[in-house]
């Protein structure tokens, strides 16, 4: 079976003022379809930039990221919003819904970028999953975190996407909320086996992917099997 | 899906978007006043002059479409000569000249029995005709707006008048003296500003048209039947130009408001247009959203300049009745196009820097 997501001594470099600061230092992984991975390591190690590079919103600075098949590194910038489009699907620490749009909308805006039209099923199936139905017509100001975050996962998921990448998804919860976004994580890649790529730097929260891949100084420093 | 996301954008920021949509309104409503206001005079001073009931207007060498500009350079025994022409019912010789105090009014020095002749006479709302070298006659809008009743004095053009009679307006000017006496005033004896010549028939004003050029080469030979239709900007030096700039303020009104209510939406929306982008939105479905958002408040300015248009003339024309302002379905959908465009062009810049906005450094804004 092929990866889904493969990276070959990838690098990212930052410059700031005079100075480059290398992100990410020669990584090279591989996540194949179905795996729920989770990358772990202290701040400042790279993690949050290897999800920008692999999700196709930041371009690399050397090396090569295949994604279902596809080089993002050889991709223009409308090339991998295309891909992002079709086959990433984001969910972050500060869930980032769009505060004038309710629930609803939130999650029925990927499917409008997403260009096939709403597809009511899909809506009712993902909605039901992560249990929104009766939150629907609130705002995010009206929602709390984890229904927020719960939010967001739907609208990464309603396009049926072939991989997600949560950056840090519990990082603005309380603990319960927290096990019920990573028990969703978790029966998202088991029942519907969404591909996961979870970055986190709580140890509690890796163990929910069937793998963690630590990382240190933009490199991965090793790796382990967990079910 | 992005026409609901749109409006509730616009609705978020209500102020914002109240104050955008004023700022509009202002420029649409500019547009249409000065716009109104220039062709209402225009015309209404076009209606006036064919109100004199004359067949053909006769003036000096390169004298303006606007009678009251042509000054009185011409011998009144020219009107001797019209008379005798064929077909010529009636000649009226005029002198005009205009009073400056308490606003902008033409005045037309008449000898009553020629313009009679041609005009049919006046309708008397009250009052009698002239007789005495100081009596004038107003128009009832003159009356109107000036609160002026017969047996007042008037003070006009360094004179005073007796305020003898009120009549019908559009018979060419508000205010009628008899010709001596303006005369005296502006030192043109024997002299007039146009005549106004009355055919027997109309159908006869072409050829008298061609005996008076014949008669008085190079002198202004105006058929009054199409008088409106001359009557525009382009023919009243400067007035064009005063047109073209105050609708260039009124863009720039729009444009600049436009760009700065855009520009910081931009700036306020940083982070919800990473999402945008991280959720595989394209650079031309952030401009879209930009730009409809913009023809959204665009089109809100100018349904309200439309009708702060219409408010604005109802007040203007109580307060001074001798105005008008002349608002067209026309120049109200060229108001509107041009506070769209305005809008539009002033919404380029911040949808283009939106839609090149770096999605990781957006997604990090604060």
């Known amino acids: ?227 | 899906m992005i026409r609901h996301m749109i409006v509730q954008n616009v609705l978020h920021r209500p102020l914002r978007t109240l104050i955008t949509v004023v700022a509009v309104a202002v420029e649409v409503t500019l547009v249409i006043i000065v716009v109104g206001l220039t062709s209402g005079l225009l015309l209404e001073s076009a209606k006036r002059t064919e109100g004199v009931g004359a067949d053909i207007m006769v003036q000096p060498p390169s004298a303006s479409v606007f009678i009251a500009f042509s000054g009185a350079p011409m011998p009144i025994a020219i009107g001797d000569k019209l008379a005798h022409l064929d077909f010529v019912q009636a000649v009226a010789p005029v002198l005009t000249t205009f009073n400056t105090v308490n606003g902008l009014d033409l005045i037309f020095g008449i000898d009553p029995e020629t313009f009679d002749s041609v005009t049919g006479g006046f309708v008397m709302h009250a009052g009698h005709e002239l007789r005495e070298p100081n009596d004038i006659l107003i128009d009832d809008i003159y009356a109107r707006a000036k609160k002026v009743q017969v047996g007042q004095t008037l003070h006009i053009v360094g004179h005073d008048f007796n305020v003898v009679g009120i009549v019908e307006h559009g018979k060419g000017a508000r205010l009628f003296v008899l010709m001596p006496t303006l005369q005296d005033m502006m030192g043109a004896h024997d002299k007039a500003s146009v005549f106004f010549v009355k055919n027997d028939r109309s159908e006869h004003t072409p050829a008298v048209t061609e005996e008076i050029r014949d008669l008085l080469p190079h002198y202004e030979i105006r058929p009054l039947k199409d008088f409106i239709s001359q009557m525009t900007s382009s023919n009243l030096p400067g007035l064009g130009a005063f047109i073209n700039v105050m609708i260039g303020i009124a863009v720039a009104i729009g444009f600049l408001v436009i760009f700065l209510s855009m520009y910081t939406t931009v700036i306020e929306r940083t982070r919800e247009i990473g999402v945008l982008k991280s959720l595989g939105a394209s650079k031309a479905y952030i401009v879209q959203i930009i730009l409809s958002e913009t023809a959204l408040l665009c089109l809100g300015g100018a349904v309200l300049g439309i009708a702060l248009s219409y408010a604005m003339r109802s007040i203007f024309i109580k307060l001074f009745p001798a105005l008008s302002i002349l608002i067209t379905p026309r120049w109200i959908l060229w108001a509107a196009l041009i506070a769209l465009v305005g809008g539009m062009f002033g919404a380029a810049y911040p949808a283009w820097i939106a839609s090149r906005k770096d999605p990781v450094e957006a997604l990090a804004y604060e």
């Open chain 1, 1 to 227: 079976m092929e990866p889904i997501l493969k990276t070959e001594n990838l690098w990212k470099v930052y410059r700031q003022g005079k100075v480059d600061v290398p992100a990410l230092r020669g990584v090279s992984m591989e996540v194949m379809p179905g795996e729920f991975v989770s990358i772990m390591g202290p701040s400042g190690c790279g993690k949050s930039t290897m999800l920008h590079v692999i999700g196709g919103l930041a371009q690399a600075t050397r090396g090569r990221v295949f994604l279902d098949g596809n080089d993002l590194t050889t991709m223009s910038d409308s090339e991998r919003t295309l891909l992002r489009r079709h086959k990433v699907g984001f969910v972050f620490q500060k869930f980032n819904l769009l505060p004038t749009l309710d629930a609803y909308h939130n999650i029925t805006l990927a499917q409008h970028i997403h260009g096939n039209g709403f597809d009511p099923h899909r809506f009712e199936v993902v909605a039901q999953l992560l249990g929104l139905t009766g939150r629907l017509k609130h705002k995010p100001s009206e929602l709390s975190g984890g229904e927020q975050q719960r939010v967001a996962l739907a609208r990464a998921i309603v396009g049926e996407p072939k991989i997600v990448l949560a950056d840090e998804p519990t990082g603005n919860l309380d603990t319960k909320s927290s096990e019920a976004v990573l028990n969703l994580l978790r029966s998202l890649n088991k029942d519907l086996g969404q591909t996961i790529v979870m970055i986190t730097h709580n140890p509690e929260a890796a163990e929910y992917g069937n793998r963690v891949l630590h990382m240190r100084d933009g490199e991965v420093v090793d790796g382990e099997s967990i079910h």
